[in-house]
Each structure stands twice: as C-alpha cells, then as structure tokens.
C-alpha cells in the first residue's frame, strides 16, 4: 500500500522560509516520479515542482522558480521542498503525489497524471 504524508506546513510571514517534507512508504520513491503539488483557496490545484526519478530533472513552475528548491533523501524515501522568500500567494495547501517514471509528457506535472496523494499540509504566508 502506497503512502504519502507531507509536514512542515505553517503560518509564516511573508518573506520567510518553510521546508516541506513527504514521507513515502510502499514504493522506492527514487524510482517513480514525484512531484510537488498545491491548491489555493477557489483555484485548481497545480504543479510546482516534478520530476520522473533519481536521475530525471527537476520541474518548477514559473511561479516558484529561484525560490522553491525540490530535494530528496533516498536512505529515508522521503522527498522535500524548501520555500523560500515565501509570499502571501503562496498560502495553499500542498500536497505531494507520485506516478510511474514513464508518466507521458502532456500528463507531467499535471494533477490528472499522478496516481497516489497525500493528505496535503497548509502553508500560510500572513503577517
């Protein structure tokens, strides 16, 4: 059984930094992509940050580039992202996803082409 829990959400001020953590269990999380995910409140939920696997280059939306960082620690299966410079539209719930490394091009990054979901952590950018 696939599991994935994210953690590390919270209230920061804007500005400010946050890591995420997801913890997975059930698969090799260095062998299937993985990807970073988030919903607004009253907008769709979207991809920041992808890749296929181990070896695969890291996606990151126009939105989150040079601020977001994806990273991994295979020992643990559990994959990150560091925010940084964290702004009020940050604030969403973020989730982690993973599907099969040959996730076809048009579905990477794209919510219909992941598979398996955790419940999501809430990140919020507030002063």
């Known amino acids: 059984q696939v599991q994935l829990v994210e953690s590390g959400g919270g209230l920061v001020q804007p500005g400010g930094s946050l890591r995420l953590s997801c913890a997975v269990s059930?698969?090799?999380?260095?062998?299937?992509?993985i990807g970073w995910f988030r919903q607004a409140p009253g907008k769709e939920r979207e991809g920041i940050s992808c890749?296929?696997?181990?070896?695969?280059?890291?996606f990151y939306a126009d939105s989150v580039k040079g601020r977001f960082t994806f990273s991994r620690d295979n020992d643990k299966n559990t994959v990150y992202l560091q925010m940084t410079s964290l702004k009020p539209e940050d604030t969403a719930i973020y989730y982690c996803?993973?599907?099969?490394?040959?996730?076809?091009?048009?579905?990477?990054?794209?919510?219909?082409?992941?598979?398996?979901w955790g419940q999501g952590t809430q990140v919020t950018v507030s002063s």
């Open positions: 996803a993973t599907a099969d490394y040959s996730i076809a091009a048009r579905d990477f990054c794209f919510v219909r082409g992941y598979d398996y």
């Open positions: 059930g698969i090799t999380v260095e062998h299937y992509a």
């Open positions: 890749t296929r696997n181990r070896q695969g280059s890291v």
